[in-house]
């Protein structure tokens, strides 16, 4: 087995949590920790050994198994073979007084189930003598009785024995051949053989034959009895001297793997899986304590100028001066790359932990000697506090990112405290985090209707879009966008989505659809870019009855750029293959390049409404709108007005060319029952597709 095999059986994953910072470049050593495996004397070799022992060891008590079955099963096979032999040779004596005592009456020819009975007796005398005899010879019997029997003479005696059942079988011809007088005399004389010479001896060839037998299974166990023992011996010797050993071996190894797991080999401080692991449990328990986030400063510029090692060497000395200048209580741990963080159990005041840190940031200032000279080095450091910024490990942790983000922005150097704002909204999200891990799916989560109306005020809607709707039990309403990128960032975005979307069929299902009308679903990322994404959609609209031609999905612009762009671009090529229509939200909101509309087809734009608001009020913003108008309709696309909120806006989006719109102006997004019941107060019932 490879070497990184072992480890991967041994260790979880170790690559680093999803939206960790990367602030300074590193080589591709440090991605995973340089030196992140130092086996040492129990390394690849070590674990080769232990392989190859283990091997052995298995190989041998397989051998001593498959050796005890062979043994076993042969020595019940001749324990059987010698039992039926012995049973039938003491059965001898008894048949052949049997047939001594029938033979008269059956010679006279007057009896005939006598003769038959003594028929049936001589045939199985005759079985009963061949194996027997076949035991006999087995035991050496035949060649060497034993000074008890010797007088008995083996093969004269079977001999005899088989000469009496073969004159017993005579009878009856003799009585059919009309010889009653020479079957008379056999008879007499099978009786007097039988009950005054051969029963008796049949009796002592009996009891030799049992003797013999007995003598030859007592050694035969005796020589079993000790094959057991030496491989119960040797299995011992094996639990003893190979598995002890490897089992106290590969338990060490696995300690150690599970120590470095939890360390940053570079540094020996924790790594990121260790400090959230460590602040969960200190939270866990009600304790109040206070978090220090430490970036470097001039990390980046000693890595590329002097090189990796210089690099290191800055980590290195930034730890062991954390390490120095914090209590021996306190935390300390590397996140990654030139990022720190260290937390105070027992911290509870913003005087303190702002005193310590200013210590830290005044330590950490000091240059660092490196080979003959002196190399720059500075921290900026974020401080949060527990329980009043945050109360979970994660959301601790991003109050103090946080704070962090705040210090820079105020200059290199400096220590700086998350605002209270950042504090609510990092407890408002992870309130929102817990309710959507709580369970499979949310509870409580409703989908709107929202139509998209031609502004001429002429037919009825040419789509409706689907928005979520949920209230936290203690929060109140929360909006789609914020309920959506907690999801996305904790992993819960596409079962989110995927229940959003059945509710969303199902108030799609109670509006009349002859003239087309689709349905816009907002799609993230995760969800384009799942395994399963394309089968799942398409398995979900089949059970509502619907297929790919009724459905709009709606991306925002960021999914058409940057490194996943290429990837949601498939996604989005086989949805279109596949019949839906692909559409743009928020178009002119973001920083999505005119290039990207070379990407897959759109079949909708949706401009953003903080444009739609300013092509109501400036002049420049609605001659820009009608370009973009025109460009995206000469491409294909069919342009839609969002958030339109008053009537000049509307007026706007005409004067530029747009043709749909949708926004409270309109109609406020309802149930599909109320969507239908406001079409037919507006006397709107049919509906068609687009102008």
């Not at 910072?21 to 991605?31: C, E, F, K, N």
């Not at 498959?66 to 043994?71: F, Q, T």
């Not at 559409?583 to 734009?605: M, Q, Y």
Request: hydrophobic share 50%; net charge positive.
């Amino acid at each position: 087995m490879p070497l990184r095999d072992v480890t991967a059986r041994l260790l979880p994953a170790r690559g680093r949590p999803e939206g960790e910072r990367r602030r300074a470049p590193q080589p591709a050593g440090r991605a995973r920790g340089r030196g992140a495996m130092p086996w040492g004397d129990l390394g690849a070799q070590a674990v080769r050994r232990l392989t190859r022992a283990y091997l052995l060891a298995l190989g041998l008590l397989a051998a001593l198994i498959l050796a005890g079955g062979l043994l076993s099963g042969d020595l019940l096979r001749r324990q059987n073979e010698k039992a039926a032999a012995l049973h039938a040779a003491a059965q001898l004596p008894f048949t052949v007084q049997r047939i001594a005592r029938l033979a008269p009456v059956a010679a006279t020819g007057r009896d005939a189930a006598a003769l038959a009975t003594v028929e049936e007796e001589a045939r199985a005398m005759l079985g009963a003598l061949e194996r027997w005899r076949a035991l006999a010879e087995r035991t050496g019997l035949l060649a060497d009785p034993g000074p008890a029997f010797r007088h008995l003479g083996f093969r004269p005696l079977l001999g005899g024995a088989e000469s009496f059942a073969l004159q017993a079988l005579a009878l009856g011809p003799l009585i059919e051949a009309g010889e009653a007088r020479f079957a008379a005399q056999a008879a007499e004389a099978l009786r007097h053989e039988g009950q005054e010479h051969l029963a008796p001896l049949l009796r002592d060839g009996a009891n030799a034959l049992a003797l013999r037998t007995e003598t030859q299974m007592a050694w035969i166990q005796r020589l079993h009895g000790g094959l057991l023992t030496l491989a119960l011996l040797l299995l011992g010797a094996q639990a003893v001297l190979i598995f002890g050993p490897l089992t106290r071996r590969i338990g060490r190894l696995a300690a150690r793997l599970e120590v470095e797991a939890r360390t940053d080999s570079l540094t020996g401080l924790m790594n990121r899986r260790a400090v959230t692991e460590a602040l969960a449990l200190r939270l866990a328990q009600g304790e109040p304590l206070a978090l220090i986030a430490v970036d470097l400063d001039h990390f980046k510029e000693a890595n590329d100028a002097e090189g990796h090692e210089a690099g290191d060497a800055l980590l290195r000395a930034a730890a062991q001066r954390l390490r120095r200048s914090l209590r021996r209580t306190d935390i300390v741990g590397r996140l990654g790359g030139d990022e720190f963080v260290a937390f105070l159990p027992g911290v509870r005041e913003e005087a303190e932990v702002r005193a310590i840190a200013e210590r830290v940031r005044r330590v950490l200032h000091e240059s660092v000697p490196y080979r003959n000279r002196r190399l720059r080095l500075g921290a900026t450091l974020g401080v949060a506090l527990a329980p009043g910024d945050a109360t979970t490990g994660e959301a601790l942790l991003r109050a103090a990112d946080a704070a962090l983000v705040r210090a820079k922005r105020a200059g290199r150097g400096t220590v700086g405290r998350a605002a209270p704002e950042d504090s609510a909204r990092f407890q408002r999200e992870a309130a929102i985090a817990e309710a959507l891990s709580a369970a499979e799916e949310l509870p409580g989560l409703e989908v709107h209707l929202q139509p998209l109306l031609p502004l001429d005020g002429r037919g009825g809607p040419f789509a409706v879009e689907s928005l979520a709707r949920w209230s936290h039990p203690e929060l109140g309403p929360i909006r789609a966008p914020e309920l959506f990128a907690v999801a996305q960032r904790i992993g819960r975005a596409v079962p989110l989505g995927r229940q959003a979307l059945a509710l969303a069929l199902r108030e799609f299902s109670a509006l009349p659809r002859e003239e087309g009308l689709r349905l816009c679903v907002n799609f993230c990322s995760a969800e384009l870019l799942a395994e399963d994404g394309v089968e799942a959609l398409g398995a979900v609209l089949r059970a509502a009855g619907l297929d790919f031609s009724c459905l709009v999905v709606e991306v925002q612009e960021e999914s058409l750029s940057g490194r996943s762009g290429q990837r949601s671009g498939a996604a989005l090529g086989a949805l279109r293959a596949a019949g839906a229509w692909i559409a743009v939200d928020d178009f002119g909101g973001g920083s999505l390049s005119l290039g990207a509309l070379l990407g897959p087809r759109l079949d909708l734009v949706k401009l953003d409404r903080a444009l739609v608001a300013r092509m109501a009020r400036e002049p420049e913003a609605l001659r820009l709108g009608a370009g973009l108008v025109a460009l995206l309709r000469h491409h294909g696309a069919e342009v839609v007005g969002k958030g339109v909120e008053t009537a000049a806006e509307g007026a706007a989006l005409r004067a530029a060319g747009c043709r749909i719109a949708q926004g409270d102006a309109l109609a406020p997004p309802m149930t599909g029952a109320e969507l239908l019941a406001w079409l037919r107060e507006n006397g709107v019932l049919e509906l068609r597709s687009a102008p």
